[in-house]
């Protein structure tokens, strides 16, 4: 059955609810959703068949483009043997292959042990929870607190989110969260009790949902010295920065430091399905060893854990990194990236502008240099405005974001940023 645009925008209004949206507006008669029906390396094809550049890397997810012809090859032969089968007492091919990639890819030589879960939120599930029963066997159960940063975002599950501290998101929710060691920067840990806490997560070099928000140098190094002086654990959230998307196939590398756990998700799949791996060591590991009656086995896990169809789309996806030399290559766009970036800063709306590797948040603001009042919602309506011009993106209140997959050339960058400077234009003037 070939859908039309009208049944399938009647039958999305009538039975769907959208994520991270106020459905009300999304349902009002007046509202068109964009449905997108196909991709092709950046950019993304609407049903009339116009295209975008997909400036938001959908969600953050997308690595190397849309429909690679390498990622394809690799998910379709892992499809026409099996799509899924349970990694609860049995194994496969392509999650064993990725888990040693995998070890043999991040920085140092500690992480050693693959947890694979179903995304974001839950791969720091898993960090948590590791944690939490890590210490109870080791005779430590008082270590059961862990630390986070104001505007944190960690995902939506309840653990997950008891580390968020982004209001909006989640304080709704404070009842049930645990309770958090809230930091503002790493000296807060000196005021702080080492012996009851457990670890500590960051998003490192750069806070995603925060609203594109850059740590000071040398902060990973700290926290990670303050942590072994305490037996904390460390945990990195790079769900949104890994996979090159800072410029280095993981942002702890731009300090050579290496957590108790990294946790990685979005970009995990090229962006192509749902997978994390939560990264952790063999010391942590060998706290759950023991005979079968004495329960110190980890129970965790999805039933979509280890799915070969997404180990063999990350298996795909470093294998382009190999391949296509990525990282070589995108050093040069970064700069190109950088360069138009700064041009924005003529204009009289933009407050600021944040920039990591291929990641870029740009805040809006009145010329006079205040804030709009949020809920004139001017991000939302640039965004909506630079669609006009090619660039599909979504903001942070008001902060645009721009974070292209790592594919995009010269050319597409500077649409993508003529995009959201005519945006501006045409929603702040
Ligand atoms: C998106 C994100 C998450 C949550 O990932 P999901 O796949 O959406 O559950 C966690 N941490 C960071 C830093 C993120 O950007």
């Known amino acids: 059955m070939k859908l039309s645009l009208d049944l399938a925008t009647e039958w999305d209004k009538q039975h769907i609810w959208h994520p991270f949206t106020q459905m009300r507006g999304w349902t009002a008669a007046e509202h068109q959703p964009l449905f997108i029906v196909s991709g092709e390396g950046p950019w993304l094809f609407d049903v009339a068949g116009k295209r975008y550049l997909d400036g938001n890397s959908s969600i953050w997810t997308n690595i190397h483009g849309h429909n690679h012809p390498r990622i394809n090859r690799a998910v379709l032969e892992q499809l026409n043997r099996i799509a899924h089968s349970s990694f609860l007492g049995f194994s496969n091919f392509p999650a064993a292959e990725l888990a040693k990639r995998l070890v043999d890819l991040v920085p140092g030589s500690k992480l050693t042990?693959?947890?694979?879960s179903d995304d974001g939120s839950t791969g720091m599930e898993v960090a948590v929870k590791m944690t939490v029963?890590?210490?109870?066997q080791i005779g430590l159960p008082q270590k059961n607190r862990f630390a986070a940063f104001a505007d944190a975002y960690h995902g939506d599950t309840l653990g997950a989110s008891s580390l968020g501290g982004i209001?909006?998101?989640?304080?709704?929710?404070?009842a049930l969260h645990f309770p958090r060691v809230p930091l503002s920067e790493v000296s807060d840990l000196n005021r702080i009790d080492g012996e009851t806490l457990a670890?500590?997560?960051?998003?490192?070099l750069i806070q995603g949902a925060a609203g594109m928000r850059t740590w000071p140098p040398g902060m990973l190094k700290a926290l990670r010295q303050w942590c072994n002086d305490h037996q904390v654990l460390l945990i990195f959230d790079e769900v949104m920065t890994g996979f090159g998307r800072t410029g280095r196939m993981f942002a702890c590398q731009h300090e050579g430091v290496s957590p108790d756990f990294l946790v990685l998700a979005k970009g995990l799949t090229g962006g192509y399905l749902p997978l994390a791996a939560?990264?952790?060591t063999e010391t942590v590991y060998e706290g759950f060893l023991g005979e079968f009656d004495e329960l110190r086995t980890f129970f965790y896990g999805h039933s979509y854990a280890g799915n070969p169809l997404g180990c063999a789309a990350a298996l795909g996806s470093l294998e382009v990194f190999e391949q296509e030399a990525v990282l070589d290559r995108v050093g040069n766009v970064v700069e190109v990236f950088q360069r138009e970036l700064g041009n924005l800063r003529t204009l009289p709306w933009v407050r600021d502008i944040r920039q990591v590797g291929m990641i870029a948040g740009i805040e809006l603001g009145k010329p006079d240099g205040r804030p709009f009042d949020w809920r004139d919602r001017k991000g939302a309506k640039v965004c909506q405005s630079a669609?006009?011009?090619g660039l599909l993106t979504r903001p942070i209140q008001d902060v645009v974001v721009?974070?292209?997959p790592l594919c995009v050339g010269e050319e597409e960058v500077c649409l993508g940023i003529e995009a959201?400077?005519?945006?501006?234009?045409?929603?702040c003037r």
């Open 113 to 116: 042990r693959v947890f694979y």
């Open 133 to 136: 029963q890590y210490f109870q």
């Open 167 to 174: 209001q909006s998101f989640h304080d709704k929710f404070s």
């Open 199 to 204: 670890a500590v997560a960051i998003e490192p």
């Open 278 to 280: 939560t990264l952790t």
């Open 387 to 389: 669609r006009e011009f």
């Open 402 to 404: 721009l974070m292209p």
């Open 420 to 427: 959201v400077a005519k945006g501006i234009e045409v929603a």
